[in-house]
Nanobody
Framework: EVQLQASGGGLVQAGGSLRLSCAASGFNVDDYSFGWFRQAPGKEREGVSCMNSRDGITYYADPVKGRFTISSDKAKNTVYLQMNSLKFEDTAVYYC????????????????WGQGTLVTVSS
């Protein structure tokens, strides 16, 4: 059974850091591309970052460029989102997703989704 388990969210002060994890089971992270998305209260879900596991190419949404880093650990079959210099506006539920096609910020292109992990940044 294919599953994605997101974790690592929590409460952090503005300027702080968090690392989100997305543990994959039922498939190898090397064979899929991954994306991180977020949904802030009262807003639509939006793309944050994505990565093509085959060639390591990454993409970032403008609001997080230079602050967030997406990566993967093949041995742990896990994808990460390192979030630094967090801002109040980063507060959201963060979701990881996987697809077999390629890195994209288009949510409908993703086949599998994790359950979401809440990140709260206090100002």
């Amino acid at each position: 059974e294919v599953q994605l388990q997101a974790s690592g969210g929590g409460l952090v002060q503005a300027g702080g850091s968090l690392r989100l994890s997305c543990a994959a089971s039922g498939f190898n992270v090397d064979d899929y591309s991954f994306g991180w998305f977020r949904q802030a209260p009262g807003k639509e879900r939006e793309g944050v970052s994505c990565m093509n596991s085959r060639d390591g190419i990454t993409y970032y949404a403008d609001p997080v460029k230079g602050r967030f880093t997406i990566s993967s650990d093949k041995a742990k079959n896990t994808v990460y989102l390192q979030m630094n210099s967090l801002k109040f506006e980063d507060t959201a539920v963060y979701y990881c997703a996987a697809n077999a096609a390629g890195a994209t910020m288009v949510q409908s292109e993703y086949d599998y989704w994790g359950q979401g992990t809440l990140v709260t940044v206090s100002s």
